[in-house]
């Protein structure tokens, strides 16, 4: 039973000075007494399905605690980012009112946000803690972590809520000195001390606000449309697949995707689709416009969506999309395997590095593009504090890799280049060494007996290395198309069993009416 305005808020004052509202007029508390309402009934019920991916698969989530977990997760991004948000964004309240957030989020109050993420609570508390600390400072509280908290008990245990106090309480003595909880020093104490401190932060706060402000494009602006992602944003995304990595994986979650753009986005850019890339594509100044005439049609259908996105968007349907894999889908797969130490023998942007590193578990990925080093290793020292993973990286062509000295590995898992339909910087020509990569205009033109070096000279002689030096009965997965399956059955073996991974749009993914937006994981077992 929730208690009525007045009861609630005799109740409530009680605690204000504690958290610091300076507001309390009616006005102001009606909106909090409004967030409290909506705190519960704003989460999803278990038959609320538009809002539920259910997976598919095999891993199938164990009902409906399972699902909600899901929820949560996938929402978490969305959340955490408008508590990361720019200062003077606008709230839509639940009653379609518009309002300006009350409090904006220090530096600190945001790193101990990032503290509280890293400590295993469950998908659907960690939702609601954060929920009501974007309530509270949307309504004005100067410490609405603390008052996020201290409203645990609605959902968590004691021992939870303990948890929590004492990962912010750690952040706060390594950084702070006692901030958030400390008993001793008064208020005004404090303030007498950390004044001149205070000052300072104030200064720098300010002026890292206005480099972290988010700016829209314009749609003149010459430069490449790239994904504009703070190393914060990063951090978090690698936070939240961390989180769902720890329960049932959907793996069709986007997590750790922001990661693997903030890393290597770039150089992705530069990957050749029907003999050009998008930076090519992009300088061309007639395909340009027409692109962007496209983009402005897009975002004069949806006016509430940003120049950038509605570019991004036209870019990916009108020059199509190079595809990275899904961190989460990763994920799962190394779960399922009982993976500890992955081979990835054709590495790509990152996102199975990331996968694993979600997981705390160890990696070595090979690769030849030379060009995602700088890309691989911001992203090895960004997520370095956050993962138990050892990480090893070979940059060279992974058919001449000797798999003998790689020390043990127990799952590989790939998606290796579909032939020549992605031309990949420093990908070498198999059928015409030393000239110049021929790209199929689609993946529909590409037949049974075409690239016949591709599998003959890289492909199935890695295979069969990786196959050799993989102890019993451990698996090798490959993600990739059916008439790629085809050409290695012919040249090596049979699978032991087929996946089905979920993809949204892939170039040249499988069409037909059961099989669009899939494509199989086809896994040999070592006997
Ligand atoms: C990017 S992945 C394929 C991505 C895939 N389309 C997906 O959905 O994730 C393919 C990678 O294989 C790498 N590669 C190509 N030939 C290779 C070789 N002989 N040895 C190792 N890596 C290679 C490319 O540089 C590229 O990064």
Redesign the pocket.
Known sequence: MSLNFEDWKKEFLLDADRMGLTDRSDDNLRNIYNEYLSDDGGFPSSDDDDSMEVESGEDKSDGDVGDLSIWYSENMEELVGNLFENPKKIEIMKNGEKKERGHVLDDNEKKSITAIIGTGLSPDKLYKLLNSINGSANSGFKNPVAFGISIMHRYASTQERKKIIEAVRQYIQNHQGGFFFSKKKTRKKRQKKTRKKKKKKKQTREKKKQTRKKKDIKFTDTSYPYRNISNQEAINDFLALKKIVQGTINPRSISGNKTVDWGTEKARRKTKYRNKSFIEMWDNKERRKKMLEFAKRLKKKQPKRSIVSSIRSAIDLQWGTV???RAAAAAQMYKKYGATRVLD?????GARMIAAMALDIDYIG????KA?IPGYNKIIKLLKPYTKSKVKMIWK???KVDYSKLGKYDYVFT????EYL?A?E???NYENKGSKIKQPSSSQKIKIDDSAKFYDE?LVPTLKKAYKHLPKNKFICL?MPDIMYDKIKKRWKGVTKKETYEIIK?TGGPVGKDRRGKELIFCWKKR
């Open positions: 595809n990275t894999m023998f054709t590495a790509g942007w090979i690769d030849t593009n995602l062509e992974a058919q998606s290796p280049p579909y992605e990949y420093n990908m070498t890289f993600n892939r």
